[in-house]
């Protein structure tokens, strides 16, 4: 894994890097390159399996029958190299990373699940039942497959690292001596794969400029602003367990942004009420507030958005252009409306949608709120806003990977909540609903929650069901707000 540390870089511990880490476009985490690991070791297997039967088997032998019997058999290795393996330790991303380590204990457990699985014919006077050359052939070729793929697996890692992928970035909050231990504790380990960006603490001027050979970047306010610029993947904080009320104070500053948020655990207490411990490296942390959408979750909604979204843009391609055609006869003016809407962590995007309003009469600050008989809206406007026909260009938005298809609604950045307060002044938690992407339709709007917000009641009803599905997300979960949203937009209720 190449070094790519900046000014702030200390030359005597290349291992543990501050650096301006650059953005990728999706991360892989230890348990993703993990997973994938286990898928290719159990395609590999099964492979090899119908290679050598319809090779040795079908293609010399011109034997055919038995085939879901030896299907079995080799499952049943997959799933004993598979769980050996994973007892091992060798699907962890350190151990990935390592090709002579990988090479011998791979040897190790294919040798162990084919040992296992001779015991039991013979034990069970199956061996009968089996060609001696399928099992050879089998055995061989999937032991040189594994090798292969392992090789294949060991550059790709390497080619991830280099290119940022598999990079966790942190932030240190707190410039005492526990800073000083957890940054030795983490050079120990010798992980290349971790980047501390630097240090923060509000207490700046009572603090030296470097700790443990890491620079201060800024108080906690600045780190709020550093992250919304700069990729940081998990905050930890080395302040003392036993100020409670200021550790409160700091968690519910910085639980808005998109990041795992982590106490450090040295030396353990129950002064702090936590949900959890992880690891890093060798370093124990608390476990105050998780990321969402992290590992097989972020990949998974991904995935969806990409998929839905195309298969939406190509379905909904005549309707749009009919739509284009009826805005530019409707009313003068462009056809599209651009908006700039608060997205992932609170950052700035620009939304678009079918124009529905008269041109010297739009507003795009989203200031004032549409309501019932606008006098703004086209003739078209009205019934585009009505079945949210005028919300379709946003599966580009999907697609750029500004937005997702379930997901919180974006809002205007002068939207008010009661026609008086903006969102993050009169609602508590407001920010917290910018953690996952904003989506074209979502929990609220299928709970009620669909168009004017006209009272701070239904403001904060609004915030609580996109808390509530970030905090449940599931595959089904959003399947099953997108065939709600059909019935909702089909209803046509609440849209104007």
């Known amino acids: 894994m190449t070094d790519h540390a900046g000014d702030l870089a200390d030359p005597a511990q290349p291992t543990i890097r501050e650096l301006q880490p650059s953005r990728s476009r999706i991360g892989f985490s230890s348990e993703v390159v993990g997973g994938i690991a286990k898928l290719s070791d159990l395609v590999v297997v099964l492979g090899a399996a119908l290679f050598a039967f ?33 007892q091992m330790g060798g699907y962890r991303l350190q151990c990935l990373g390592w090709l002579r380590w990988q090479a011998t204990r791979v040897m190790l457990g294919w040798a162990g699940a084919v040992s296992i699985l001779l015991a039991l014919a013979f034990v069970m006077k199956a061996s009968e039942h089996y060609s001696r050359g399928w099992a050879l052939g089998w055995a061989v070729t999937t032991l040189g497959l594994l090798l292969i793929e392992r090789s294949a697996l060991y550059l790709l890692i390497c080619r991830w690292a280099h290119q940022g992928y598999l990079r966790r970035n942190i932030a240190i909050v707190g410039a005492g ?41 800024g108080t906690t306010d600045d780190l709020l602003s550093y992250a919304r610029r700069r990729p940081i993947d998990e905050i930890i904080v080395t302040l003392p367990l036993n100020a409670e009320r200021r550790l409160g104070a700091l968690f519910e500053k910085l639980r808005s942004l998109p990041v795992d948020l982590r106490l450090s655990a040295d030396p353990l207490t129950r002064a702090f009420p936590v949900a959890g411990l992880s690891r890093v490296g060798d370093a124990t942390l608390f476990e105050i507030v998780d990321r969402p959408l992290k590992h097989w979750s972020g990949v998974i909604k991904w995935i969806e958005d990409k998929l839905i979204a195309s298969l939406a843009l190509i379905v909904a391609a005549p309707a749009m252009l009919l739509i284009a055609l009826l805005i530019r006869l409707d009313s003068r003016g462009p056809v599209l409306f651009v908006q700039e809407r608060f997205g992932f962590n609170n950052t700035v995007i620009r939304v678009l949608k079918f124009r529905t309003m008269h041109v010297e009469l739009g507003d795009r600050s989203g200031g004032a709120r549409t309501v019932r008989n606008d006098a703004r809206l086209t003739r078209v406007g009205r019934y585009l806003r009505q079945w949210s026909l005028d919300e379709l260009p946003q599966l580009i938005n999907v697609l750029k990977g500004d937005m997702s298809i379930v997901g919180p609604r974006p809002h205007a950045l002068a939207m008010k909540a009661d026609g008086r307060h903006l969102y993050h002044e009169a609602v508590k938690d407001y920010a917290y609903r910018h953690r996952i992407k904003p989506g074209l339709t979502g929990w609220a709007q299928v709970n009620g929650l669909r168009g004017e917000i006209d009272g701070l009641d239904k403001a904060r009803r609004r915030v609580a069901y996109d808390l509530a599905y970030i905090d449940g997300w599931s595959i089904w979960l959003d399947l099953y707000i997108i065939f709600r949203t059909v019935k909702v937009v089909c209803a046509a209720a609440d849209a104007y």
């Open 54 to 86: 319809e090779v040795y088997l079908h293609g010399i032998l011109h034997y055919v029958e038995g085939k879901d019997r030896y299907a079995m058999t080799a499952s049943a290795g997959a799933v004993l190299f598979i769980v050996g393996f994973q």
């Open 177 to 217: 001596g526990a800073a000083e231990r957890l940054i030795e504790s983490l050079r120990a380990r010798e992980d290349d794969s971790i980047a501390i960006i630097g240090i923060f603490d509000d207490r700046r001027d009572r603090v030296p400029a470097r700790c443990g050979g890491c620079a201060l970047l």
